[in-house]
């Protein structure tokens, strides 16, 4: 078999994907022996991992614009509710409407004819939150939780898009824009601005699920290490002081099993 | 609140600018990538990425770690040792900071106080992290100059907290994609979110549910976040480093 054939017949149908091959190749070259090279199952695996990566941008942001499809929608609709939320609190929905859609617009435009479109949605989840546009305390609960749930589906996706350093980035910078929207909500609710399973205000347990996390290297007990150095007295403060300084990330699976409710009609 | 009571009871040491010399390391002249411990902690989490591409890409002997040039200035290091230790530097320097804010600040409500003390633990957590995974390639302990800032002022602390802590959410963003380690890419994903957090805090407590508390200013008209390059991030935070911090080895994009 010729190697080097099969990489120019690449070359020829698709110049972008033939510079994923060799870029995922080289990436190989460097931790693989030689021996290894020469053989078919190796060649095989490496095509199929050129392929993949692009594959896999594609569903990590067509799955990043379902989420931001719900909040974009939900914000919209409570904005327009005119006697829904207060006039203290307009100034901060107002901006966040404002960011969802964006980023709404941003991945479409990531994505081209790849984006799917917005899937129907029910605020109620079922019924079970059932008037979130005419209920302030309602409302409040679902922003928090799909501020929260939207900055852990954003990290958990994250080391998928190591290859492709401009869209991590860029995903990077809608994660952090969650973050400031869930604190700001959680303080507008008077919680802790901390994601934690202590403090869900509300919020289903689940959304919170494996947030107490306090280890995150096997090799480094921060619990220990940081005692003597804290202001906050010893025992289970330390643990708190631990898991508050670190977010959890959830998998895609986790996120749609929680956003599941919300979404009528999936995207096909 | 008999926990804030014995605040400076817990705290012995000198205030800013000298650190505490219980947390004084030794300043180590040149870390290379032979150290045992560094090689033994940092493996744990990435054999080939971390610690091996001295050996796979065939410069072996080429410097990953972090050094004291002579001049006196502290080069950061190259690869993901590099960008550890930038994160490294801006926990050393926000917690620095949060001790004199703690200490010094005139005129602090209680829960001005709560909440720098809050702010202040979790950069502990965040450089004890960073100094543990770096072991032997870690920088020293750094001396800051606070003197531009006015601790007489509530106001002026918060708003250093905020620029500070959105310091932290654009090097995190902005080094993101450099790093080369799962694992450390993992890690800094959860900080990034909880500094954001931190800066959102802080924003929170000079003008709450605003444009202004959500960082308006640092997002862009496609809603993404402001990012900053090693540069950049050195650009705002050596007025307040006593040492010269050079990002030159540091990866770009």
């Not at chain 1, 403090?199 to 940081?226: F, M, Q």
């Amino acid at each position: 078999m010729n190697l080097f054939n099969i990489l120019s017949d690449l070359e020829g149908v698709n110049a972008e994907a033939s510079e994923r091959f060799l870029f995922s190749r080289r990436k190989l070259l460097r931790t693989t022996s030689v021996a290894a090279l020469a053989t078919p199952a190796f060649f095989a695996a490496t095509v199929n991992k050129a392929f993949a990566a692009d594959a896999d941008v594609v569903e990590v942001l067509n799955f990043a614009l379902m989420l931001e499809y719900l909040e974009a929608e939900f914000y919209k609709k409570g904005t327009m509710m005119s006697n829904l939320i207060p006039q203290s609190d307009k100034q901060v929905f107002m901006k966040i409407a404002e960011h969802e859609k964006q980023h709404v617009e941003f991945l479409k435009s990531q994505l081209g004819d790849k984006a799917k479109p917005m899937p129907e949605f029910d605020f109620t989840a079922k019924g079970m939150f059932p008037d979130p546009f005419t209920n302030y305390p309602i409302f409040l609960t679902l922003s928090q939780s799909f501020e929260d749930l939207g900055v852990r589906a954003y990290k958990g996706q994250a080391p998928k898009l190591k290859d492709d350093k401009a869209v991590l980035l860029a995903a990077l910078k809608i994660h952090s824009v969650e973050a400031r929207h869930a604190a700001e909500i959680r303080l507008v609710r008077q919680l802790r601005v901390w994601a934690s399973e202590q403090e869900t205000g509300g919020v289903p347990a689940v959304v919170y699920k494996g947030e107490n996390n306090i280890r995150h290297h096997d090799a480094i007990d921060l619990v220990s290490l940081s005692d003597s150095h804290l202001y906050q007295m010893s025992g289970s403060d330390v643990e708190m002081v631990v898991r508050e300084s670190f977010d959890e990330p959830l998998t895609k699976e986790e996120v749609l099993s929680i956003a599941g409710p919300f979404i009528k009609t999936m995207m096909p | 609140m008999e926990k804030l009571n014995k605040l400076t009871a817990k705290k012995t040491g000198p205030t800013i600018p000298a650190i505490p010399s219980v947390e004084r390391r030794m300043f180590l002249r040149s870390f290379g990538i032979a150290s045992a411990t560094t090689l033994a902690l940092l493996s744990s989490c990435s054999q080939d990425n971390l610690v091996a591409p001295g050996k796979t890409l065939g410069r072996s002997g080429a410097r990953t770690g972090a050094s004291v040039l002579p001049d006196g200035s502290i080069d950061l290091g190259s690869g993901d040792i590099g960008i550890s230790n930038l994160a490294y530097t801006l926990d050393q320097l926000e917690v620095a900071f949060y001790m004199t804010a703690v200490e010094k600040t005139s005129g602090l409500s209680e829960l001005d106080r709560k909440v720098l003390v809050e702010l202040h633990d979790h950069e502990v957590v965040h450089r004890e992290f960073f100094k543990t995974l770096l072991g032997d390639n870690a920088i020293p302990m750094l001396d800051f100059d606070f003197s531009g800032i006015d601790f007489n002022q509530r106001n002026a602390v918060f708003d250093a907290a905020q620029k500070f802590e959105d310091v932290g959410v654009g090097a995190f963003n902005g080094t993101g994609p450099l790093i080369q380690d799962a694992e450390i890419l993992k890690i800094a994903g959860k900080m990034v979110s909880v500094e954001a957090r931190h800066a959102t805090l802080a924003r929170h407590m000079l003008q709450p549910r605003t444009y202004f508390s959500l960082g308006h200013e640092l997002i862009d008209d496609k809603g993404l976040d402001h990012h900053l390059t090693p540069e950049q991030v050195l650009a705002k935070a050596q007025r307040y480093i006593k040492q010269k911090i050079s990002a030159v080895n540091l990866p770009k994009m």
